[in-house]
């Protein structure tokens, strides 16, 4: 039903208190999804490779720059270099396991150890885990998220990557099982 609340949104859904309701970046396939949702108390959506802020001060025709909500709030595409790739699991992970595939639609970059990125695990691991990084089919990782143990950050090794369209990044679980690894999310931070 057009107009409702995302579930993000809605009082009583559980919500990170480290992130406020009004922050959240809210991830849609397209436009039409994104149609379905009065999306008032959010302050930015992404639409599939592009962010969207909210700007009901723009008039005029709706197009790929401007968006519109299920109750009628105007999205402004944001132009410029920030890429966002957000990874989300809550459950524990199995060795050697695929946990992130993403295609590029666009260029992207990324720099030297994901400088800016983050990545959390609210539930630590008890012995260091690395996360490896891989672009396309190559067998080579170019980086690696680790886990130190009873620790909640990761931190990053990795070399600067560019991923052209069609190019395409993996992400798998590390070579060995740590059972208490689990409620992990982040977001790798790129550039257009």
Known sequence: MAGELHPWLRDGVNVSKSVGRSRLIIDFQDAAELAVYDMSLARKVSVGDWIYVKDNTLVGAVADDVLLDGNGNRWRRVVGDIYLLPFSSSLGFGANELLLGHEFRT???????????????????TSE????????????????????????????????????????????????????LANVFGTLIGSR
């Open 129 to 180: 885990r690395r996360w490896p990084l891989y672009k396309n089919a190559e067998v080579a990782a170019f980086g690696e998220i680790v886990f130190a143990p009873a620790t909640a950050l990761a931190t990053f090794e990795s070399d600067a990557v560019s991923f052209a369209p069609d190019d395409y990044l993996r992400l798998y679980s590390a070579s060995g099982v740590d059972a208490s």
């Open 107 to 125: 260029a992207v970059s990324f720099p030297e150890n994901f400088d800016g990125s983050s990545f959390r695990a609210l539930t630590t691991a």
